[in-house]
């Protein structure tokens, strides 16, 4: 019979002092157990929820495998975001440009990255140049029945805090006259992905409940 590697055997003793790393071995339960209850708050502070990372989740009504192929589709982002709108494809392939209308006169430039097997969608973007899609939205549907035991799609969203949010690394191609940017909503951003994931679910339940394919025939 083969004798499986250790784990963490490579790093040997000095597992015990590596910082950050808490185990049974290391830190029994009853020393585990304070450190977990210190990190429960009744009230977090928005920086320590929000600072990095903007996760939201929610459940969809509706197929999973059809809400991940109307997702698929870059311009099913004009349907359920707040603000983008006049999806047109540039002249490099898979590469869409639309209006933000939460900037006066900004484009944004987006390429949707899918992968069916996993049913991850993400929509790599960025506002005034299409060159350096730095602003990454991850999103992954999940079948219902699987994590939930019912019906349906549990859609997974993220978002990281790209330093670029904090400073405009292409300023010469933003419009003279706008005077935000798109980080100055960072702090909004969790708020702003709820109400646009609930926007989503808004239209794929509804098409769903009607017998209407998730992505519509125009978009297909």
């Not at 339960?29 to 990095?52: E, K």
């Not at 549907?141 to 019912?150: E, I, Q």
Request: glycine share 6%; net charge negative; aromatic share 12%.
């Amino acid at each position: 019979m083969t004798t499986l590697p250790t784990p963490l055997e490579d790093i040997g003793e000095h597992v015990t002092d590596l910082a950050g790393l808490t185990r049974i071995e290391t830190h029994p339960r009853p020393v585990a157990t304070p450190i977990i209850v210190d990190m429960l708050r009744s009230v977090y502070p928005h920086d320590q929820v929000y600072g990095d990372f903007c996760p939201v989740q929610g459940f969809v009504d509706a197929p999973p495998r059809e809400l991940f192929n109307w997702l698929s589709h870059t311009r099913s982002l004009e349907e359920w975001t707040y603000s983008l709108r006049g999806f047109e494809e540039t002249s490099e392939p898979g590469l869409w440009v639309a209006e933000d209308r939460l900037g006066d006169a900004t484009k944004i430039y987006t390429r949707t990255v899918s992968n069916p097997e996993a049913m991850t969608v993400d929509y790599h973007c960025a506002w005034d140049q299409g060159a350096h899609l730095w602003m990454i939205y991850l999103m992954r549907v999940v079948d219902a029945n699987v994590v939930l035991d019912k019906p349906g799609s549990v859609v997974l969203w993220n978002n990281c805090h790209h330093p670029f949010y904090d400073r405009n690394p292409y300023p010469e191609t933003a419009p003279a006259e706008r005077p935000v940017w798109v980080g100055d909503f960072w702090e909004m951003f969790s708020a702003g992905h709820r109400l646009e994931l609930a926007n989503l679910t808004a239209i794929a339940e509804y098409r769903h409940r009607n017998g209407l394919p998730l992505t519509p025939e125009w978009m297909s």
